[in-house]
């Protein structure tokens, strides 16, 4: 967890410490309720009485942010974290999420991570915090912002009569990004973590900032134990097919026959695939499994939590994916990215010179359609050729890379 810049090796200052025993007569038990180690129902991690303890550390500027979206959005916002630690270096950060996006939130920079439930409803009707950062254009999580106590709000807010809007100026570039097409498509060529930055005020430095994912080690090790009962040995030059993505927005994922051949191309040099995917992709995966039924193409499953599907990206040597969640986990794991574009937006994603976009020639892209009646489609007119030529590219850099 976070430690303050300020150290106290003696412990938490005495005017830090209550004592509700002294008002029982009991012998003295003095408790640091400042402390963002401090729990209340249990001891602490460290089992200390709080007088003296080497660990005290106050929390700070107290922060909430507020970020449920999709899983990659989620993700992706993590590069904010860096920014608000030098800004806020003594800070107790507080992240209300989604519950299936709660273990993309790093518990290594954020202190505590809540569901959307009616228990955190509960909490903000009592708590009270120093900023809030309000990051959804939703108005159910904008709403929250509204309950949050703080002098400081700054984001999307919702206003009496339930319309979102930006709660400080800055929010007002990123906020009309979701109303004007035109300015979302085809003029605006920043980055998302560029303008979230900006719009929450937040300082962003592309040559520092980057995504924060914490994968357990036990995640690692099962993804180890997976590679080796497949055949692969560590260092092998992997790459990670994932052909899934989500299903909001039409042609936001290749074609079963674009990843087929391009698979084929792959066993044909003898390069070692592993398919990738979650629940939405196991069928398409057992499918293309089944179909190449080759010594060098893996189905190594895809019922995985998300710190495993996580581990297995990091064991990649390269990653082809659509725009999704699989794309900002193989960011996030410091693989080599490829990623394939088709109805939505290539330019806001950061690729940290880390990979190659792969977009598609169509005029009318990007769309963010939920349905497409156009043939051949975005999708259909990348060629695999197209994305094998990136794969052997990004399997050169990633060799150089560790030579």
Known sequence: MNKDQRAFPSGPPSEKLVDFQAVR?????????????????????????????????????RILIL???????????????????????????????????????????????????????????VESFDLVLSLDKEPEVAALAMLAKAPEKRGMGVNDRGAVYPLNPEMAYYFRLGLDNHLKFHVNRRTYPDLLAEAVRIPYDPARDDYHLDIAEKDREEARRIFLAQGLEPGQPVVGINSGAGGVFVNKDWTFFGYLDLIRELDREKIPVVLLGGDRESQRVSELHRRLKSPYVKDVGTQHSLGLFSALAENCRVIVTGDTLGMHVGLAVRSRVIAIFGSTQPHEIEMFDRGEKVVTPIECAPCYRRSCDIHPSCMELIRHETVMDAVRRQLALSHSSRT
Request: proline residues 11%; positive net charge; glycine residues 10%.
């Open 67 to 125: 970020k449920t979206g999709a899983l990659g959005d989620v993700l992706r916002t993590t590069i904010l974290l860096g920014g608000i630690k030098r800004q806020f270096p003594e800070s107790h950060i507080t992240w209300i999420t989604a519950t299936s996006a709660m273990p993309l939130v790093p518990r290594s920079l954020v202190d505590r991570v809540w569901p959307v439930s009616p228990e955190t409803l509960g909490r903000l009707h």
């Open 25 to 61: 007569g009991l012998s003295p038990f003095p408790v640091a309720l400042d402390c963002r180690y401090y729990i209340g129902d249990r001891p602490c991690r460290f089992q200390r009485d709080c007088p003296g303890c080497p660990h005290y550390s106050p929390q700070g500027t």
